[in-house]
C-alpha cells in the first residue's frame, strides 16, 4: 500500500508521537530531563529530516518508536530516551561523535558511539556476520549496558516494521533475532520484549504456521476467557476475605513457545495444554511479600489439587534474569491442568521490565544478584582482545544455559549439550551411525577416550571405525537419553544375534548328550538356571556364562525321573508365561565395586536392607569391613557428608555381562600380517575388545603382550584356541598380575 501523506500531517503525527513518548514514561522525568530530550528530539528531527524509511514515512518515526520502548518497556531514564532519539544521528548523517559529546556531554556520546560501532560491522568478513555483530555488541558493555538495551530497542521497532523489505532481507533479519537478540532480552530480564521478538522471529521464518497459531489462538480466545473467568471465581472470595489487592489475569503462551513445543514433542497445537498460564498479582509492602506469596499459594491449592512434582519457588531463590514468582500446576476446572503464577506488583515490574526495575528495586542493597555477576563475568572475557567471535557466543551461551554446554564441531558449528556429557554424547548428537561407530575423539587436537567429558567451548572431532560395536560400558558414562536410547537398542540386537548362535550351540551340545532341543526342555532348563524366557537362556550360552559342566549337570538331573516328575508337578502352575517373550533379561545377581567392577567381600547395612537391583553404594567401616546401603538409606547423607573419603561407588550387575580385562603373553615365528590376523581373529570372536597390544619381532622370532576385554573363561577358552590355530604362534599363556 502506498504511502500518502501531506508534509502538514506528518508534521501533527510527528508532534502527536513525540507527546506520547512524554506521557507515561516509566521513570519519573524532572524538567531538566524534558529539556535534555526535547533537545535530542529537535537534534534528530532536523539531522533526519530528508529521510525515508522504506515504508516512505518519515525517519524520525523509528527514533521515536525505539525511544518509547525504551522508556515504555525497558523502563530507562532520560539519559538513554535521548540517546535512543540519537542512535541513529552519527551514523545516517554528517554529525560526529565529537558533535554528541559538545552537545549532550560523554554518557550520551558514549551511548551514541556504541550503537553505531555494533552497526557499522564488517559484512566481507570470513567469519559469521551473526557472531561477529554479537562480539561488537558484547564489547559495547565495556562502555554501557544501556547500549545493548537500547539496540534491542532498535531491533524489536525494526521487526514491528519489516513488511517493506524484500523476504530474504526479512528472514536474514529474523534469523539474527532468534539467534542473538531473544536469548539476550531473556538473559536481561525483558520478559516480554523476547517474547515478541521470538513471535516476529518465527512470523517471518515459517509463516504458515505462525499465521495458523495466530488463527487458531484467536478461535480459542473466547473458551480461554470463559476457563479464567472460572477459575478466577472460585478463589476470588478466599482472596478477598483475606483482604488482598490483587489483579487476576490469563497469560497466553508465546506463538514461539507452541511452535516449540509441538515440534520438541511431536504434538499438534490441540495437543498442547498449557497454552496458557493464570497471573496471580498482588499488592504487597517488601516485609510480607514472600508470606503473602506462600498465603496465596495455600488459598489456590486449598481449592484445586495441585502436583507437588510441578511447584517451582522462584521468590526464595530468584532466577539469575533477576525474576521472581511462584509457579504452581494445579487440577483446575473441566479436569484441566494449569499454570498458576503468584508474584507481588514489585516481582511482576521486575518481569516485565527486567534490568531497570531490577536497579529500581535494590535501594544500596550491596548483594550482587545473578544478572550483575553475569554481566560482570562477560565484562571479564572481554579482557581478552584475541578471542573469536565465536568464543563470545559460546560464553554468552554458557551464563545463558548454566545447565547446558556448548561445543563445536570442526567446522565450528554450535552443537548444545547437557552438563557432563562426553565424547560419545557429541557423536551421538551428530548422527547414530557416528555414535555407534565412534572409538576416539580429537578434543581441541588431542586425543581423547570417548568417555572424556567435554566442556563449553571445546572443538570436537570424532574418530570412527567400521569395526567399532557399541559395549554396555559405554551407558556409565553417556548422559544424553539419546544416547542411551541408540546403545540400549544396539546391545539388545546384539545379544539377540549372540542368543541365536547359543541356540545353535546349545542344540548341538544337547544332541551330544542325547537330549533333542524341545519346547519342553527349553522350559526345564529357563526354570533350572531360575532365568525367564528363552533368549535369556540361549544368551547365556551363547556368551558362555552357561557352559558344558552346567549343561551336563542338568541333563543328569533331567534323567532322574522321580526328580523329573516331582518338579513336573510343583512346576506345572508356572510354566512360565514369559518364556517365549523376545526379550533378554538382566539377573542382577553380582554387586562389583569400583570403577574397575572389583568383586569384594561385602555385608548389607541393616538400616536400610539393599536388595539386588537397588542403587547402592559401599562404605567403609573401620573393623566391619564394606557395608552396602541404598543410595536413598536415611543414614546416606551424613555418611556421604562426614565420611566422603569412605564412599565406595558399587553397583548391582548381571554377571553373565560383567568383563574382565585379561593379559594375553604370545610367542612365535614372525610372519608378514601376522598382526593383523591376529587383531581380526580377537575382533571376530565374539566381539571381543581389545584394550591394548604390544608385540616386537627379533631375527625371525615374535613376542608380545595383548590385553583384551571378555566376559568369561567359557570365551575366553574360545578366544585362545582361535589364537592357536594361527599359523606361527606356538604358545600363548594368560598371564596374571599381582
Known amino acids: 500500500m502506498a504511502y500518502n501523506v501531506s508534509i502538514e500531517e506528518e508534521n501533527k503525527e510527528i508532534a502527536k508521537r513525540y507527546k506520547d513518548l512524554l506521557k507515561g514514561t516509566y521513570q519519573k522525568l524532572s524538567e531538566d530531563d524534558k529539556k535534555l530530550i526535547r533537545k535530542a528530539f529537535d537534534l534528530a528531527l532536523e539531522a533526519h529530516s530528508e529521510q525515508r524509511r522504506k515504508s516512505g514515512e518519515p525517519y524520525i518515526y523509528h527514533p521515536i518508536a525505539v525511544a518509547k520502548i525504551v522508556a515504555y518497556e525497558i523502563g530507562l531514564g532520560a539519559t ?22 559538545q552537545l549532550f556531554g560523554e554518557t550520551i556520546a558514549r551511548i551514541v558511539h556504541g550503537l553505531t560501532k555494533i552497526s557499522n560491522f564488517d559484512h566481507s568478513q570470513d567469519i559469521s556476520i551473526q557472531a561477529e555483530n554479537f562480539r561488537k555488541m558484547l564489547l559495547t558493555l565495556n562502555d554501557d549496558v544501556r547500549v545493548i538495551l537500547i539496540k534491542i530497542a532498535d531491533r524489536l521497532h525494526n521487526m514491528q ?22 536469548p539476550l532480552a531473556h538473559r536481561l530480564g525483558l520478559f516480554n520484549i523476547k517474547t515478541e521478538l521470538e513471535d516476529l522471529g518465527l ?75 493464570i497471573r496471580i498479582i498482588y499488592d504487597s509492602s517488601n516485609k510480607n511479600e514472600k508470606f503473602d506469596a506462600w498465603k496465596i499459594y495455600s488459598i489456590v491449592t486449598d481449592n484445586f489439587q495441585p502436583n507437588p512434582s510441578r511447584l517451582r519457588d522462584w521468590i526464595t531463590q530468584p532466577k539469575s534474569t533477576g525474576y521472581e514468582s511462584l509457579h504452581i500446576t494445579v487440577m483446575g476446572p473441566n479436569g484441566k491442568w494449569v499454570e498458576v503464577q503468584i508474584r507481588s506488583e514489585r516481582m511482576d515490574e521486575i518481569a516485565e521490565k527486567g534490568y531497570a526495575a531490577h536497579y529500581k528495586y535494590k535501594h544500596g542493597n550491596t548483594k550482587e544478584s545473578g544478572l550483575e555477576e553475569w554481566l560482570n563475568r562477560l565484562k571479564d572475557t572481554l579482557e581478552n582482545p584475541n578471542m573469536s567471535a565465536v568464543d563470545f557466543v559460546e560464553d554468552f551461551k554458557l551464563n545463558l544455559y548454566s545447565k547446558e554446554i556448548f561445543v563445536f564441531t570442526p567446522k565450528g558449528e554450535l552443537k548444545a ?17 557416528v555414535g555407534m561407530q565412534c572409538r576416539g575423539a580429537r578434543v581441541n587436537g588431542k586425543l581423547m577416550p570417548i568417555s572424556h567429558v567435554l566442556h563449553s567451548g571445546d572443538q570436537v572431532e570424532i574418530l570412527t571405525s567400521s569395526s567399532q560395536k557399541p559395549n554396555v560400558r559405554w551407558l556409565d558414562f553417556v548422559v544424553t537419553a539419546r544416547a542411551r536410547t541408540r546403545i540400549k537398542t544396539a546391545l539388545k540386537e546384539e545379544e539377540k544375534l549372540i542368543a541365536k548362535d547359543g541356540k545353535e550351540i546349545l542344540e548341538r551340545k544337547l544332541k551330544h548328550l542325547k537330549v533333542t532341543l524341545s519346547e519342553k526342555v ?25 557352559d558344558n559342566k552346567q549343561i551336563k549337570e542338568f541333563v543328569s538331573k533331567r534323567s532322574n525321573a522321580f526328580i523329573s516328575f516331582f518338579k513336573n508337578k510343583i512346576k506345572k502352575s508356572s510354566a512360565n508365561e514369559n518364556i517365549a517373550k523376545e526379550e533378554i533379561n538382566q539377573n542382577f545377581d553380582l554387586l562389583v565395586f569400583g570403577n574397575e567392577e572389583e568383586r569384594l567381600e561385602y555385608t548389607f547395612g541393616k538400616c536400610c536392607n539393599p536388595i539386588p537391583g537397588d542403587k547402592v553404594f559401599g562404605f567403609i567401616t573401620v573393623n566391619e569391613g564394606i557395608k552396602v546401603h541404598k543410595v536413598d538409606c536415611p543414614n546416606a547423607i551424613s555418611m556421604q557428608a562426614n565420611h566422603a573419603y569412605r564412599i565406595l561407588k558399587a553397583k548391582w550387575i548381571d554377571s553373565s555381562r560383567q ?9 612365535g615365528t614372525d610372519k608378514v600380517g601376522l598382526i593383523g590376523q591376529l587383531t581380526r581373529v580377537i575382533s571376530n570372536n565374539m566381539n571381543v575388545n581389545i584394550q591394548s597390544i604390544n608385540i616386537a619381532g627379533n631375527d625371525g622370532i ?28 606356538e604358545k600363548i599363556k594368560r598371564i596374571y598380575q599381582h
Open 417 to 433: 549439550l547437557p552438563k557432563d556429557a562426553s565424547a560419545l554424547d557429541f557423536a551421538f548428537s551428530i548422527h547414530t551411525q
Open 203 to 277: 512470523k517471518y521464518t515459517e509463516p504458515e504456521v505462525y499465521n495458523d497459531i495466530v488463527e487458531k489462538l484467536k478461535n480459542e480466545s473466547e473458551d480461554r476467557q470463559a476457563y479464567i473467568d472460572s477459575f478466577s471465581n472460585i478463589i476470588r472470595e478466599s482472596l478477598d476475605n483475606e483482604g488482598f489487592e490483587y489483579n487476576i489475569k490469563g497469560r497466553t503462551k508465546s506463538i514461539f513457545s507452541i511452535r516449540k513445543k509441538m515440534r520438541k514433542q511431536g504434538v499438534t497445537f490441540d495437543e498442547v495444554y498449557d497454552k496458557f498460564a
Open 659 to 667: 568383563e574382565f580385562s585379561v593379559i594375553l603373553h604370545i610367542t
Open 161 to 182: 516494521t519489516m513488511d517493506s523489505m524484500p523476504p530474504h532481507k526479512q528472514l536474514k533479519i529474523a534469523s539474527e533475532t532468534l539467534f542473538i537478540y531473544a
Open 80 to 101: 538513554s530516551i535521548a540517546a535512543a532519539l540519537l542512535h541513529d544521528v552519527v551514523e545516517d548523517t554528517d554529525y560526529t561523535i565529537e558533535d554528541m559529546e
Open 522 to 546: 527349553v522350559n526345564e532348563m529357563v526354570n533350572h538356571f531360575k532365568l525367564k524366557t528363552s533368549l535369556d537362556l540361549f544368551y547365556r550360552v551363547g556368551v558362555g556364562s552357561i
Open 702 to 729: 615374535f613376542e608380545g603382550k595383548i590385553t583384551v576385554v571378555v566376559k568369561n573363561n567359557t570365551q575366553l577358552s574360545r578366544l585362545t584356541q582361535s589364537i592357536q590355530k594361527i599359523d606361527g604362534v
